[in-house]
Each structure stands twice: as C-alpha cells, then as structure tokens.
C-alpha cells in the first residue's frame, strides 16, 4: 500500500528531535510524525510500520502506531504524541537520578525479551547485512566475525536492535520504548550487547560539552545499574553477551560514525580470537 500524500503545512513547527535517519515533528494536537531524511526509501517506513504495530500488540512499551504518509516526498510514520523527556535527558539534567533510570532500563529490557515474536524479522539477518554493508572491515576480519554470528544460538524473543536511554521516554503513564526501526525477533544475548556496547561508548547527538561529560562520568555506574537490573528479571551471564560484542561493533560500523570506527575495530577484531 502506498504512503498518503499530504500538505506541507504540518511542518510549520521546528522539529521536536532530531535523529541520524530522521525527524519528529508535530501533527495536530495529539499526535506526531516521524519523518524520514530525504532519500531514505518509503519502504523503510511502511516496514517500520508494521513492526511498530506488532510490538505495540505485544505490550512491550512500545507506543501506537497511526498511519503511513509523505510530506514533501519524504515518507513519514505516525505515531500517538508522548508526554515525557528522554531518559538521557533526565540523566543529563538530573545525574543523581542515574541508579533509578538504571533499574528502570534494565527492567524494560529484560520484560521485552520475555516475550516471542517470531513473525518479526530475523536479528541474524539485520547483523549480516549491515556486517557485509561496513566498508571499513577488512576481508578476513569480516570473515571472522560472520563465522561468529553463524556460530551463536538462536532465539525469537523480541530484540529492540537500538535499546539505550534517548530511545526510552518518561512519560506520566510509564515509561515507553521508541524507534522500533531495527526491531526483530532473536537471541536477547544479541539486544544486550548491542546496549552495554551503547552504554560504554555511544555519543548521543547534539549533546553539548557538559553533557558529553556528565555522560561519561556516568557511564559506568548506568551500565552496572543496568545490567543489575535486568538480571534480576532474566539470568544473562557475560560470557553470553560478550560472544555477540564483536558482531554488534562490526554491523555498527554500517552506521559511519567516525568518532566510534578505531573503537568498533578493535572490539570487532575480539573475532579472530
């Protein structure tokens, strides 16, 4: 089914965040529209779509999904408009609340992986692409590394594929889990990774000097609150998401950020070992 085309005249509001693929804007009173960069092809937001609605059914804290369009020949997703800030923005606010959002994270996260959906596309699928995609791994590294991911287990639990704070919103009715556009069903060994690799060294957008500081201040002490926290719901040892960290840092490299590409190497080069 195509996008419904529709006027320009919903953007006159600057942005309510921005992102590296796209865009939240305002859309009537109640709800807003996650917009695509342009070039980002429509199809990206009709399977977004249709990912978001099976985990809003699963009741995993995702938020609903409304209608598909295009606003200026860029597609576009609707969703309910949230009331909250950011996980990361409260961090960055208020730090001493870092061990409370740590229980809550980790909370989220292991509830999600409670719950199979294996009609979502495969993870395994997601993690070869983007490996194959990294232009900055060497052959016989990217040789590694896949026999790897063709040596871990399996799974159909739902994996977020980009579970950290800034996707996590603090709202009145509870926390709720955003930007499902990596969504997949797979091992939850693999979604754990993916966020201690977040956790220990991602740099969010648009943060200022301070708050790149206050984050690494707090790195360590959200990380083991996190972890904590989702033991205390679903065992996971670190052997168990240790073994995936080399194929999350090289599928990551599909992701050109140049600050983290020595870092994403090395960790991927854990591999040939």
């Not at 966020?195 to 990380?223: C, N, Y």
Request: aromatic share 6%.
């Amino acid at each position: 089914m195509e996008p419904t085309p529709v006027q320009n005249s919903h953007l006159h509001n600057p942005p309510l965040a921005v992102g590296r693929t796209a865009e939240i804007y305002p859309w009537g009173d109640k709800q807003v529209v996650k917009l695509f960069r342009t070039g980002m092809p429509y199809g990206m937001a009709e399977k977004e779509a249709a990912t978001g609605r099976i985990v809003a059914a699963a009741g995993v804290g995702a938020p609903p999904v409304g209608d598909v369009v295009t606003v200026n020949g860029r597609a576009g997703i609707v969703y309910k408009r949230l009331d909250g800030e950011s996980m990361l923005h409260r961090l960055q606010q208020k730090p001493w609340t870092v061990w409370a959002l740590a229980r809550t994270l980790g909370q989220l996260h292991a509830r999600m992986h409670g719950v199979a959906r294996p009609q979502l596309p495969a993870v395994r699928n997601y993690l070869q692409r983007d490996i194959d995609r990294a232009q900055e791994l060497p052959a016989e590294l990217r040789a590694a590394v896949l026999a790897r991911l063709q040596g871990l287990p399996d799974g159909d639990v739902i994996c977020h594929g980009d579970f950290h704070p800034d996707n996590v919103l603090l709202t009145h009715e509870g926390p709720v889990i955003i930007d499902w556009m990596t969504a997949g069903h797979g091992n939850p060994d693999a979604d754990v990774a993916r966020t201690v690799l977040m956790l220990r060294q991602g740099q969010p957008m648009g943060a200022s000097a301070l708050q790149l500081k206050v984050i690494e201040l707090l790195r360590q002490q959200l990380l083991s609150g996190y972890l904590r926290a989702y033991r205390a719901v679903r065992p996971c040892t670190d052997s168990a998401f240790e073994a995936w960290v080399p194929v999350i840092a090289a599928a990551r490299l599909s992701e050109g950020i140049e600050t983290e590409q020595e870092q994403l190497i090395a960790l991927a080069a854990r591999a040939v070992g």
